[in-house]
C-alpha cells in the first residue's frame, strides 16, 4: 500500500499551547495548513488565558478555518504545560498526537518528514532533533547554546534514553502511545517533555528521530528562565531515582 493511500485514513491532532503568543498563532496555523494539504488533521489551541487577546485571533482563524479544523480549547489560567496536553488530548480525534510550540521555534514545514518517517518505520514516537547531522539552532547566542547542550549531555549520561534531544518539545506520538506514557508522567511543567520520551524508552516503545533546525522566537519573550533551569535539575534527579 502507498504512503499516499494509506496517509488517507489516518488523522493528525496538533496540539499547542499557548499564552500570550497574539502575534505569532496565526502565522503558525496558516503554516501548518500549508504544508498538511495532503493529509487530514486538525489544529487544537490549548491557551491558558493569554491577556493579549491570543484567544480572539484564534477565533478569527476559526472563521477562516472551520471549528472543525481549529479547535481553542481554553483554560482560565496558566497550569503547567504538561497538563495542557493532557487538555488538548481529551478534545482530539486523531489517530496520531503531534505536539509543537506557537512561537515559531518548530517550523510546520517538518511536519511531513515526521508523518513520513512514521509511516516508513512503524514508531510509535517521531521527535525532531537539534542534535544530528543537518539539525541546529538558529538565533540563541552562545551562553544558551552551550547550556542547552550541557543539559542534554547531562541528562544522556544520567539517563541514556536512546535519542539524541531529550528537552525539545517537537514530537509525533502514536495516539495510544501517547496516552500510555502520558499517564505515567508526573512532571507538569519543563521537566514534562525529558520525562515523556525517558518514560517512552523505558517503556520499550520505537522512537525515531527526524534532524529541525529551531529558530528562536521573533516576537514575545521567552518563557524559560532560572526557575525553570532549576525545575529542570530537580526533574533530571528525580528520573534517575525513578526510572
Known sequence: MSIKMRRKKKKYSIIIPTYNERLNIA??????????????????????????????????????????????????????????????????????????????????????????????????????????RNGGVHGWNLIRKLTSRGANVLAQTLLWPGVSDLTGSFRLYERKAFEDIISSVVSKGYVFQMEMIVRASRKGYQIEEVPITFVDRVYGSSKLGGSEILEYLKGLVYLLITT
Do not use: C, W
Open 27 to 132: 502565522l503558525v496555523v496558516y503554516l501548518v495548513f500549508k504544508h498538511l494539504q495532503d493529509f487530514e488533521f486538525e489544529v487544537i489551541i490549548v491557551d491558558d488565558g493569554s491577556p493579549d487577546g491570543t484567544q480572539d485571533v484564534i477565533k478569527q482563524l476559526q472563521n477562516v478555518y472551520g471549528e472543525d479544523r481549529v479547535l481553542l480549547r481554553a483554560r482560565p489560567k496558566k497550569l503547567g504545560l504538561g497538563t495542557a496536553y493532557y487538555h488538548g488530548l481529551k478534545h482530539a480525534s486523531g489517530d496520531f498526537i503531534i505536539i509543537m510550540d506557537a512561537d515559531l521555534s518548530h517550523h510546520p514545514k517538518y511536519l511531513p518528514s515526521f508523518i513520513r518517517k512514521q509511516m516508513e518505520t512503524g514508531a510509535s514516537i517521531v521527535t525532531g532533533t537539534r542534535y544530528v
